[in-house]
């Protein structure tokens, strides 16, 4: 049985969402055969004043190690970097006072975690050094415009390349990130292995009528934005799209429903004009599918600059409820990519809203050809992006360029 530790700053019980990728990537681990420690925090990321009391525990078969960090919060830029610098200097020491594991799989948060990755390998060069990255530093900080910090960042590329360095492998959740990351000349294996779904329902998601009406009226197509609303998005396109279909008194509505940093600047976009836009608040888990089964397409966006650096997981979980999308934003994301290559969406930009506009009106009016691109969508998760083909890339690329033996395990 070959063992492998998974480090990442947030972990079970913690409900967000990179937290539960993180804990079923190594729970999937631990089924298929893996001796598998996970190496985290004792904090969950809504309320940094709660800690976790367990310091270790066994869940699904995973053994969870946790160390202690103070309250900083990860709202602002300070307090990540200090909690990161904190966890990388207590993980470096726990890891120094145990013995190998033949494999070693970072994650991509805390931020500039991959500062460890020649301290591990200098005192455990046995390992095998695995990265995944859900969204890339510096990038992030530099695609995000924020003064000092974006110079500051600028300043660490030389080092992130360095770190890179030490790697075996490398999974990526995309071809455009797997562009920058290339960029740094790192000669580990490559992999892309996409976040899946958080819920996978055996079917398309039908629609609750109460919360359907709740967000939509009595309109006949649906079009729904839910989860985050964050500098990573924009969103200038699906209003210039509302207002041309309000324009041609299009039975279609668009709600707007989460939270972020950007969602006051969006509400402050729309005017009472615009009847056909509506906001709602943040869903919790236990009324998601409700809320995602409330939308016949699904919004998704990605803002200029942040192609590569982050990959919005909401695309993975619509297509997985059975919801088509409708994507706006830089035109060179793998969102875009995807949408075109598996024919599960539309794009829309400044120069097409009048086609967008036809084919909305087109699915307004007819049920059954809704019904088939929601069914298609459906389909393209599950034969491309579901979890348990994610769990089996990752156990067939930690065993291919780790070098480990197949039949070894378990």
Known sequence: MFSVLIIYHFFHPDDVVSARQMSELAAGLAARGWDVTTLTSNRVIRDPSYKIAEAEEQWRG????????????????AGRLLNSFWLQAKWLRFILRRPAW??????????????????????????????????????????????????????????AGFCYRFLDGMADIGPCMRRLLDA????????????????????????????????????????????TI??????????????????????????????????????????SDDSNISFAGFADENQLSRRLGAGDIHMISLREGWAGVVLPSKFFGSLAAG???????????????????????????????????????????????????????????????????????????????GGFPGGDRG
């Open 230 to 271: 964050g500098w990573a998005h924009e969103f200038r396109g699906f209003i210039e799209l509302a207002r041309e279909l309000r324009r041609r008194s299009a039975p279609v509505h668009f709600c707007f429903a989460g939270r972020g940093n950007r969602y006051g600047e969006l509400r402050a976009m729309i005017s």
């Open 102 to 159: 033949d494999a070693v799989i970072l994650g991509t948060d805390p931020q500039f975690g991959y500062l460890m990755l020649p301290f591990i390998k200098l005192f455990k060069h046995r390992s095998k050094l695995f990265c995944w990255a859900f969204d890339i530093y510096p990038e992030a900080i530099i695609a995000g415009r924020m003064g000092v910090f974006s110079a500051l960042a600028r300043a660490l590329r030389p080092m």
């Open 184 to 227: 740094y000349g790192h000669h580990a294996a490559r992999a892309t292995i996409v976040p899946w779904a958080l819920a996978e329902p055996a079917a398309p998601l039908m629609p609750d009528p109460a919360a359907r009406h709740e967000l939509f009226g009595d309109a006949r197509l649906a079009i729904l934005y839910s989860g």
């Open 323 to 401: 919801r088509p999308l409708l994507y706006t934003g830089t035109a060179d994301s793998a969102i875009k990519m995807w949408i075109d290559q598996h024919q599960v969406g539309y794009v829309v930009d400044s120069g097409n809203v009048d086609q967008v506009a036809d084919e909305l009106c087109r699915l307004a009016g007819n049920p059954d050809l809704l019904a088939a691109k929601q069914q298609a969508a459906f389909d393209c998760y599950k034969n491309n992006f579901s979890k348990t083909m994610m769990l089996n890339a990752w156990d067939k690329f930690l065993t291919q360029a």
């Open 62 to 77: 995973v053994r969870i190690c946790r160390v202690a960090r103070p309250a900083f919060r990860q709202a602002g830029n």
